[in-house]
């Protein structure tokens, strides 16, 4: 069948007002509403007409990176009904939702509408749940129904650029599979002031560019010429290592002809999850824990709603690590010595400071990070204790560190879950090898029925698999590209997630 | 070699050209020292699309090693390596104060050149360039110093020469790369030549920057 459908219009809204309340009467939608609808980035909303006059109309929603869609609405003009109109327009839903990545359709119908549960029974949707009395106040049953589709994407060849900090990463992934995650760290070199300079770092990143991006298309097993897409990290981070990967990004994106996307790298580390599972389950908590980062997001899209619920108001976790470190003389990056120590210390011994989690703090930072307080705590313990003569246990003053930063890291991470109803927890970030943050996580998440996904540490610490994922997810959804003057930014806000 | 030539420089601002057998037949030249990394991507397009040529047409990639201020520095080297690597063509590196001893004809001149550019910190980037050479040959330097205490080095070994400063641009880098070329001393060593550690408070002692030029 092959009416003439086309994408509706802000234009379109008074006539489909008109049909909205031919069709619904009471259960119709206010205009503001539907307005509302047809301008979102959710959803797509098609028109089928005769010539100029519209005839009928429907609606699908699909949560990019979901890999579900919904059917939010279907009407036909009654003097146009038994005309197929229906059927065709299911059809390009179906089409479009599956266009877009979506595996599954789901849609709500009155119990008591008939022809409407035939059609969908005949498109193959089974009934799933019935939602008592849902529609009000003709109190009558809402029958949920579900259907798979195929996702039809092709899925886009993504080169993924990372230079944030100090790992040049290169990646590159087809739609949502993982091909090559080439990381060149410059760890290395930091190791002799105790933590990351950041014209150490930049000069690393120019180095190892150009060998990571030929031993990436080597794993990956593809050339350059056939890359749909540059994604590139261009915040937060260092400014100066940010502009080595950007103004390598796009200069490539220049010579390939390729459209570049420039990405968050913070919901870069929330991304690299479609690549284990195929999607990010939405909406999730996600703890960001690394050297220079500690944050806590709520995301409830991975492309369009991305909320920063809380962060580190000093150091970041990884860099308490490294701190502690140097005072208890354990060689840098301080997490894994740590680590290791803590493993024979005992963790109560020493109680040291929760930051930012005492009642007057909660208010104004409830999932705000503080570590500069507790790292100064340790250093004090340490320096009274040789004070006094006595011998330090470094194990327990590790073990009572190492349990602080887990703790206030859980107890507020979880709390987020709780406190906004996501039953999901992400972990990203260096940190996240850390062995008792996984463990006490795990614990944690399940006494609190929260589910817990940690990626594999590839994925996890900063890396170029993570970026190319997020920008073959915007391929995926049909973002415009990057403007080619995209700027880098230290400060990048995670609400920004393309620039 | 292939007939198109792409060049870049980020030492100062951003610049970048295209040259045709041997003749540059477009340049851009973006005087701001801090936007290089939101520029060099519009401006690399803009160039080719000046020259009227399509990116697959470059054969080779020339780049401006320095020395310069490391930020934009790099993003110029990071650029014209992605860009080689992306059209699979060769990649040379030029000195670029080369390009303004080239500018101010040291190849005319019968004095020998010393040719500064800012280093911020109240230094700057010298060479001094050999009397009538082609293409341009740095008899001392490139080197980063207080300006007073260069001028007294080369006094002290009674050395008479004359002073440039000038913008480091594409166009003249390219046509040291042209005569360079010419004489068979074209170099594929493109490592930036920053002239300073990484970190001043570091100790110079296990560090692998700032290595003497080749």
């Given at each position: 069948?092959?009416?003439?459908?086309?994408?509706?219009?802000?234009?379109?809204?008074?006539?489909?007002?008109?049909?909205?309340?031919?069709?619904?009467?009471?259960?119709?939608?206010?205009?503001?509403?539907?307005?509302?609808?047809?301008?979102?980035?959710?959803?797509?909303?098609?028109?089928?007409?005769?010539?100029?006059?519209?005839?009928?109309?429907?609606?699908?929603?699909?949560?990019?990176?979901?890999?579900?869609?919904?059917?939010?609405?279907?009407?036909?003009?009654?003097?146009?009904?038994?005309?197929?109109?229906?059927?065709?327009?299911?059809?390009?839903?179906?089409?479009?939702?599956?266009?877009?990545?979506?595996?599954?359709?789901?849609?709500?119908?009155?119990?008591?509408?008939?022809?409407?549960?035939?059609?969908?029974?005949?498109?193959?949707?089974?009934?799933?749940?019935?939602?008592?009395?849902?529609?009000?106040?003709?109190?009558?049953?809402?029958?949920?129904?579900?259907?798979?589709?195929?996702?039809?994407?092709?899925?886009?060849?993504?080169?993924?650029?990372?230079?944030?900090?100090?790992?040049?990463?290169?990646?590159?992934?087809?739609?949502?599979?993982?091909?090559?995650?080439?990381?060149?760290?410059?760890?290395?070199?930091?190791?002799?002031?105790?933590?990351?300079?950041?014209?150490?770092?930049?000069?690393?990143?120019?180095?190892?560019?150009?060998?990571?991006?030929?031993?990436?298309?080597?794993?990956?097993?593809?050339?350059?010429?056939?890359?749909?897409?540059?994604?590139?990290?261009?915040?937060?981070?260092?400014?100066?290592?940010?502009m080595?990967?950007t103004g390598?990004?796009k200069s490539?994106?220049v010579?390939?002809?390729?459209?570049?996307?420039?990405?968050?790298?913070?919901?870069?580390?929330?991304?690299?999850?479609?690549?284990?599972?195929?999607?990010?389950?939405?909406?999730?908590?996600?703890?960001?824990?690394?050297?220079?980062?500690?944050?806590?997001?709520?995301?409830?899209?991975?492309?369009?709603?991305?909320?920063?619920?809380?962060?580190?108001?000093?150091?970041?976790?990884?860099?308490?690590?490294?701190?502690?470190?140097?005072?208890?003389?354990?060689?840098?990056?301080?997490?894994?010595?740590?680590?290791?120590?803590?493993?024979?210390?005992?963790?109560?011994?020493?109680?040291?400071?929760?930051?930012?989690?005492?009642?007057?703090?909660?208010?104004?930072?409830?999932?705000?990070?503080?570590?500069?307080?507790?790292?100064?705590?340790?250093?004090?313990?340490?320096?009274?204790?040789?004070?006094?003569?006595?011998?330090?246990?470094?194990?327990?003053?590790?073990?009572?560190?190492?349990?602080?930063?887990?703790?206030?890291?859980?107890?507020?991470?979880?709390?987020?879950?709780?406190?906004?109803?996501?039953?999901?927890?992400?972990?990203?970030?260096?940190?996240?090898?850390?062995?008792?943050?996984?463990?006490?996580?795990?614990?944690?998440?399940?006494?609190?029925?929260?589910?817990?996904?940690?990626?594999?540490?590839?994925?996890?610490?900063?890396?170029?698999?993570?970026?190319?994922?997020?920008?073959?997810?915007?391929?995926?959804?049909?973002?415009?590209?990057?403007n080619l003057d995209f700027a880098?930014?230290?400060?990048?806000?995670?609400?920004?997630?393309?620039? | 070699?292939?007939?198109?030539?792409l060049v870049i420089d980020t030492s100062g601002g951003t610049s970048v050209a295209v040259?045709?057998?041997?003749?540059c037949?477009a340049e851009i030249n973006q005087t701001d020292t801090m936007k290089h990394a939101e520029t060099i991507g519009v401006a690399i397009q803009q160039v080719l699309a000046d020259?009227?040529?399509?990116?697959?047409?470059?054969?080779?990639?020339?780049v401006g090693?320095?020395?310069a201020p490391?930020t934009g520095l790099?993003i110029g080297?990071?650029a014209a390596?992605?860009?080689?690597?992306?059209?699979?063509?060769?990649?040379?590196?030029?000195?670029s104060?080369?390009a303004?001893?080239?500018?101010?004809?040291?190849?005319?001149?019968?004095?020998?050149?010393?040719?500064?550019t800012d280093?911020?910190?109240?230094?700057?980037?010298?060479?001094?360039?050999?009397?009538?050479?082609?293409?341009?040959?740095?008899?001392?330097?490139?080197?980063?110093?207080?300006?007073?205490?260069?001028?007294?080095?080369?006094?002290?070994?009674?050395?008479?020469?004359?002073?440039?400063?000038a913008p480091v641009t594409a166009a003249w880098l390219g046509?040291?790369?042209?005569?360079?070329?010419?004489?068979?001393?074209?170099?594929?060593?493109?490592?930036?030549?920053?002239?300073?550690?990484?970190?001043?408070?570091?100790?110079?002692?296990?560090?692998?920057?700032?290595?003497?030029?080749?």
């Amino acid at each position: 069948m092959s009416l003439p459908i086309r994408p509706a219009t802000e234009a379109d809204l008074a006539a489909i007002m008109r049909i909205e309340n031919e069709c619904f009467g009471t259960d119709a939608w206010p205009e503001a509403t539907m307005l509302t609808e047809l301008l979102s980035h959710h959803t797509h909303y098609f028109v089928a007409h005769d010539g100029d006059e519209l005839l009928a109309y429907a609606g699908v929603a699909v949560v990019a990176g979901s890999g579900q869609a919904d059917i939010n609405t279907i009407a036909v003009a009654p003097k146009a009904r038994r005309q197929g109109f229906g059927e065709a327009l299911l059809q390009h839903a179906i089409d479009t939702a599956g266009g877009l990545g979506a595996s599954e359709m789901f849609l709500d119908v009155r119990a008591d509408n008939e022809a409407a549960r035939a059609l969908y029974e005949k498109f193959g949707f089974e009934q799933l749940k019935i939602r008592k009395g849902y529609y009000q106040p003709d109190n009558v049953d809402a029958v949920v129904m579900r259907r798979p589709i195929k996702a039809r994407v092709a899925e886009p060849l993504v080169l993924g650029i990372e230079s944030t900090c100090d790992e040049t990463g290169i990646g590159i992934v087809r739609g949502t599979t993982l091909l090559a995650n080439v990381i060149s760290s410059s760890m290395e070199l930091h190791a002799r002031f105790g933590g990351v300079v950041p014209e150490v770092a930049a000069r690393a990143h120019l180095e190892a560019l150009q060998p990571a991006i030929q031993q990436a298309l080597a794993e990956a097993k593809v050339s350059l010429q056939e890359l749909d897409a540059i994604a590139v990290a261009n915040g937060p981070g260092l400014a100066g290592a940010l502009m080595v990967g950007t103004g390598a990004a796009k200069s490539l994106a220049v010579a390939l002809e390729k459209p570049i996307y420039a990405v968050n790298h913070l919901v870069g580390h929330v991304g690299a999850d479609v690549l284990e599972r195929g999607q990010v389950e939405s909406p999730t908590v996600a703890l960001l824990v690394s050297g220079g980062h500690t944050s806590l997001l709520l995301v409830k899209d991975l492309l369009d709603d991305v909320v920063l619920l809380g962060e580190t108001v000093d150091d970041a976790a990884g860099e308490a690590f490294d701190k502690v470190a140097r005072v208890l003389s354990l060689k840098y990056p301080g997490g894994p010595e740590i680590d290791r120590l803590a493993a024979e210390g005992d963790p109560n011994a020493i109680r040291f400071p929760r930051g930012l989690s005492q009642p007057k703090d909660m208010a104004e930072h409830r999932y705000d990070f503080s570590f500069s307080g507790l790292k100064t705590a340790v250093a004090r313990h340490v320096e009274q204790a040789r004070g006094r003569g006595e011998n330090v246990n470094l194990a327990d003053v590790a073990a009572g560190f190492r349990e602080a930063v887990v703790d206030v890291l859980l107890t507020k991470a979880v709390a987020a879950c709780q406190e906004h109803n996501v039953p999901r927890l992400l972990l990203g970030g260096g940190v996240v090898a850390n062995a008792r943050l996984r463990e006490v996580a795990k614990a944690r998440c399940e006494a609190a029925g929260i589910d817990l996904r940690i990626p594999d540490f590839k994925l996890c610490t900063d890396n170029g698999a993570m970026i190319a994922a997020l920008g073959a997810q915007l391929v995926m959804a049909g973002r415009a590209p990057s403007n080619l003057d995209f700027a880098t930014s230290s400060t990048l806000p995670v609400t920004t997630v393309q620039s | 070699m292939n007939r198109h030539r792409l060049v870049i420089d980020t030492s100062g601002g951003t610049s970048v050209a295209v040259f045709v057998d041997g003749e540059c037949v477009a340049e851009i030249n973006q005087t701001d020292t801090m936007k290089h990394a939101e520029t060099i991507g519009v401006a690399i397009q803009q160039v080719l699309a000046d020259a009227k040529i399509t990116p697959k047409e470059i054969g080779s990639v020339v780049v401006g090693r320095g020395p310069a201020p490391f930020t934009g520095l790099r993003i110029g080297i990071a650029a014209a390596t992605a860009f080689a690597l992306g059209r699979g063509v060769p990649l040379f590196g030029v000195v670029s104060l080369d390009a303004v001893a080239m500018a101010e004809r040291a190849s005319e001149s019968s004095e020998e050149l010393l040719v500064t550019t800012d280093a911020r910190r109240g230094e700057v980037y010298w060479a001094l360039y050999a009397a009538g050479a082609m293409p341009p040959r740095a008899v001392r330097g490139p080197s980063v110093g207080k300006q007073a205490a260069v001028l007294e080095e080369l006094e002290a070994a009674g050395l008479h020469y004359r002073g440039a400063s000038a913008p480091v641009t594409a166009a003249w880098l390219g046509k040291v790369f042209e005569a360079q070329l010419a004489d068979g001393v074209e170099s594929r060593e493109v490592t930036p030549l920053y002239l300073r550690e990484a970190d001043a408070a570091a100790p110079a002692a296990g560090t692998q920057f700032g290595k003497p030029v080749n």
